[in-house]
C-alpha cells in the first residue's frame, strides 16, 4: 500500500480491505488508507452511499470518492518533495563552502591551508613508504613594475591565467597551490629532484611560450624563476619548503626564467 494510492485487485474490483460483493458489485466497502509511519485509518462502510449496488471496476471512481486521502497523499508527495530538494541545495551549498576553504578563488588552485595539511601528509606518507617527494616553488618574475604599469585587473589576469596552465601540465597526483601574492608551489609525490626539474622546466616553458593579451592589450612575456627541493627524511616540513623556496631566489638572481634545483647536481 502506498501513501494516499488506491489499490485495486487483478479483478479491478477495490480490494483495499475485506468488503461485501455480489457477483462483482460492491453494496458496502471498508477501506483503510494509509497516513504515515505505522499510522492506518480506517473507514466502514464508506462506498456505500456513493456505489450501493454498483460495480466498482475503475481507479477513477473509487478515486473521486476517496479524493481527500489522495490529498492527503499528494501533500505528503509534495512535503517529501520539497524537502529532497532542500537537502540537495543544502549539499550543492555545503559543496561549495568546502571548495572555497580549500581553493584559490582567483587561480583555481589549491589554497595556502590546503597546501599546508597536504604537505604534512605528503611528507608523512613519504617518510612511512621510504618514497620520494619533491617541491617546486615558483613566481612570476618582475611582477610588481608589470603591476604599476598596466594595473592590479592585468595582474590578476596573469595570476588566473597562470593557474590554467600549471592545471594543464601537473599530474592529477601533484598538489599545484597559490602559496600568496604572485608565489605558487606544486607538491610532487613519487618524484625525486631529476623529476622535479623536469615538471619545473615544463611549467616555466609553457609560461614563456604563452601569449598574455589582456583587454586588447599585448602584456609582453610573462616569465617564471622556479626553484626544486627534493624531501630529505632528516627535515621538517619548513626546511623542506625553505629549500625549494631559497632555490626560486637563487633562480631570479641568476637572471630570472629559469630554474634551479636546490643542492645543485643537475
Known amino acids: 500500500m502506498r501513501l494516499g494510492k488506491i489499490t485495486l485487485g487483478d479483478s479491478g474490483d477495490c480490494t483495499i480491505c475485506k468488503s461485501t460483493k455480489v457477483d ?17 485509518v480506517y473507514h466502514r462502510g464508506v462506498i456505500g452511499s456513493n456505489f450501493a449496488g454498483k460495480k466498482v471496476n475503475r481507479y477513477e471512481e473509487v478515486e473521486k470518492s476517496f479524493g481527500y486521502i489522495k490529498l492527503a497523499g499528494d501533500i505528503q508527495d509534495g512535503h517529501r518533495k520539497r524537502m529532497k530538494e532542500a537537502n540537495i541545495s543544502l549539499e550543492e551549498e ?23 595539511g597536504a604537505l604534512k601528509k605528503g611528507t608523512a606518507l613519504a617518510r612511512r613508504d621510504g618514497a620520494d617527494i619533491s617541491l617546486i616553488f615558483f613566481d612570476v618574475d618582475h611582477f610588481k613594475p608589470f603591476n604599476d604599469t598596466y594595473g592590479h585587473k592585468a595582474g590578476d589576469y596573469v595570476l588566473e591565467k597562470l593557474g590554467e596552465v600549471v592545471k594543464g601540465i601537473v599530474r ?29 622546466e615544463k611549467i616555466r616553458k609553457a609560461v614563456e611560450g604563452e601569449s598574455w593579451v589582456y583587454d586588447g592589450v599585448d602584456l609582453g612575456k610573462v616569465t617564471v624563476s622556479l626553484g626544486v ?37 643537475i
Open 229 to 265: 627541493s627534493d624531501y630529505n627524511r632528516r627535515d621538517n616540513v619548513e626546511l623542506f619548503v625553505n629549500r625549494a623556496d631559497e632555490a626560486a631566489y637563487a633562480a631570479k638572481k641568476g637572471g630570472r626564467n629559469r630554474t634551479i634545483v636546490s643542492g645543485g647536481c
Open 172 to 200: 592529477t597526483s601533484d598538489v599545484a597551490c597559490r602559496y600568496g601574492g604572485e608565489e605558487f608551489v606544486v607538491i610532487l609525490p613519487n618524484t625525486n629532484k631529476e623529476g622535479g626539474y623536469v615538471a619545473a
Open 24 to 40: 462483482g458489485r460492491v453494496d458496502n466497502l471498508d477501506v483503510v488508507s494509509y497516513l504515515s509511519g505505522n499510522t492506518f
Open 94 to 116: 555545503n559543496k561549495s563552502l568546502e571548495k572555497m576553504a580549500i581553493e584559490d578563488e582567483l587561480t583555481g588552485l589549491y589554497n595556502r591551508r590546503f597546501f599546508d
